[in-house]
């Protein structure tokens, strides 16, 4: 018999400067094992937009994942704890980076960029906004603006005079102007104009990435501070407490990707890599200086001991000292899609992982190749950290927005190992276990009653069949067998308010690919009326587009004067038939008394 073959994917890993290596693992000792996955989580973010932190401070971390959906609009903030979503709230900008720190000792926070403003969030609810100070005006468009206030002004003279300052280098132009100049006609233009002209012009930075860094205490309790790029190619680094900027840094160019050592108060590094390919390094006593240059722009970085890894788009990995000095370039399987640090705390190992576009993310420890992970779809969002109560967790998330959870596996070591020989390669005998009597006997007894032995096992086989069947039909004349999967319905109920009002607010989504133009769906409600007062008891869906969320909002009144609660069902039906699709039970909160 032939042996099998227990290797997982063929490798052409490394390029040592035109050396080819191979990396091959058996799967039983493969280093990560899948946890879950949420193939509905419909999420769109890139690595920056992740981050696992103990929101509650209870020793549970939670992802948080800043969803900017389309780009335009439906900027979403989730929670994920467990396997399932428990929040989602609404972010007013654009997210650009998220980023978990300690705002007091052993008080955790997240901090979510959005345009000028971060928004800092203290156990999952709204603590405060940090908005970045507003940058000095052009005094020409400045006065031009002013005199647009005037009868009869002529707009065509506004757009002339922002077009030269606009190409005038040295001269950066507000929010306001630079929209005002990419409208197309000039009626577009004027209209624009006559609904802003009044308000008073400002000239803000936009955030482009954030990170965090310890201040005083390289404790993981230990109180942290912000570090903040703009899109003013500067670098602020804020403290948590005060909410004031500790230092400016001034850069060449506008920063990319953002890289830490060190104390604030004791002795920092801090690397940068901008949008010239361009990476630079400056520390507490000295001004930023160019540490190296890349040929190729950069897909990722990531600094793990006292080296840096930089990912870049031609399907290399390039390896620099912390003194910018190149040490390796080790060829990847594909284009990199996204990059994140490894840290085994309980093992004593750090790595990077990096996801490429031939759907594999590939694991080096120092500065080698040792492993490959399979994926179904491309990766383009990573990180790895505490989630749960599990110390070592790899979070993903596809380029379809699905989510994607991996265990480090308790006896992984993360070293490179060659296939297993067989004990034909090896030439030695392989060793097997004395036979005992009782086994000999057993195996005599089932020589001699093999038809017996069959009959039996084809008899408590049918039986354990009809069981099954009888069972599967009580449950469904009971209507206890959920169709969701025939119908390809998904359903999301979040409740808004503290009371007496609450309102709810239902999501519908077809999860198939098609679609029934005759197939209409009934929403209802059950409740307890000597608690609850609901208008809208029953609405009819519209038709449900595949891929689509249909949103119901229904507003629940707690009539109760003793402060009871209860809860509320919801429940999704065809409107030809009484079984229901989908239903979600809702413990409506306590409602807090108004006070008059």
């Known amino acids: 018999m032939q042996p099998k073959n227990y290797t997982r994917v063929r490798r052409m890993d490394e390029v040592n400067f035109g050396r080819e290596e191979s990396v091959s693992r058996k799967d039983d000792e493969a280093c990560f094992i899948a946890a879950f996955s949420q193939p509905l989580a ?62 007091s000792k052993g008080v955790s926070a997240v901090g979510v960029a959005a345009g000028a403003a971060i928004f800092i969030y203290k156990n999952m609810r709204a603590f405060f906004k940090y908005t970045l100070p507003e940058l000095e005006l052009n005094q020409i468009e400045k006065e031009a603006w002013i005199h647009s206030r005037e009868d ?99 850069l060449p160019s506008v920063p990319v990707f953002i890289q830490n050592s060190g104390l604030f108060d004791v002795d920092y590094k801090i690397f940068v890599i901008c949008r010239d390919g361009v990476c630079y390094f400056f520390d507490r006593d000295s001004e930023p200086r160019i540490l190296f240059t890349l040929s190729t722009h950069a897909a990722g970085f990531v600094k793990v001991g006292a080296h840096l890894f930089v990912a870049c ?59 490959e992970l399979k994926t179904n779809e491309n990766v383009v969002a990573l990180t790895f950290g505490r989630y749960d109560r599990e110390d070592s967790t790899l979070v993903t998330v596809t380029e379809n927005g699905a989510l994607e959870v991996f265990f480090v596996r308790r006896k992984a070591t993360f070293e490179k190992k060659e296939v297993a020989k067989t004990s034909r390669e090896v030439g030695l005998a392989i060793k097997m276990p004395k036979m005992e009597q009782a086994y000999l006997d057993q195996i005599e007894v089932e020589k001699k009653n093999t038809a017996s032995m069959m009959s039996n096992f084809q008899y408590d086989l049918s039986r354990i069949r009809l069981m099954a069947g009888r069972e599967m039909l009580s449950i469904h004349k009971k209507s206890l067998a959920p169709s969701t999967a025939i119908y390809g319905i998904s359903m999301t109920v979040s409740v808004f308010g503290v009371g007496p009002v609450f309102k709810l607010k239902i999501s519908v989504t077809n999860t198939k690919e098609t679609i029934d133009l005759r197939q209409r769906f009934v929403l209802g409600l059950i ?52 079984k229901p699709v989908i239903s979600s039970i809702v413990a409506m909160p306590i409602a807090e008394p108004l006070s008059v």
């Open 42 to 103: 419909r999420l769109s973010v890139y690595s920056c937009h992740l981050a696992l932190s103990d929101t509650g401070n209870n020793g549970e971390s939670k992802l948080i994942a800043a969803s900017f959906n389309d780009g335009v609009s439906k900027f979403m903030l989730k929670v994920f704890s467990k396997t399932s979503l428990v929040s989602q709230n609404a972010i007013l900008g654009l997210p650009s980076a998220v980023t978990s720190f300690n705002i």
């Open 152 to 250: 009869n002004f002529d707009f065509e003279n506004l757009a002339d005079v922002l077009t030269t300052l606009r190409y005038q280098p040295g001269i950066p132009l507000s929010q306001r102007s630079r929209i005002f100049l990419n409208l197309s006609s000039a009626e577009e233009r004027a209209a624009y104009a006559k609904a802003n002209h009044q308000k008073p012009l400002s000239r803000t930075s936009n955030i482009v990435a954030m990170s965090a860094m310890k201040k005083s205490v390289p404790d993981e309790n230990g109180v942290s501070c912000l570090i903040v790029a703009t899109e003013e190619s500067e670098i602020q680094i804020m403290d948590c407490v005060a909410f004031t900027v500790l230092r400016r840094v001034e």
């Open 313 to 371: 788009t031609d399907e290399t990995m390039h390896i620099y000292d912390d003194a910018g000095r190149i040490k390796h370039i080790r060829r990847l399987r594909g284009r990199p899609l996204a990059i994140c640090e490894l840290d085994v705390k309980d093992k004593g190992i750090t790595g990077v992982l990096v996801s490429t576009s031939e759907s594999v993310i590939q694991i080096f420890r120092k500065t080698e190749l040792v492993d």
């Open 527 to 578: 409740f307890n009326r000597h608690i609850f007062t609901i208008e809208r008891k029953v609405a009819v869906l519209p038709l449900l587009l595949p891929g689509k969320s249909t949103t119901v909002e229904v507003k629940v009144r707690n009539t109760s004067e003793n402060g009871e609660t209860g809860d509320v069902k919801v429940l999704i039906t065809p409107r030809e038939k009484t």
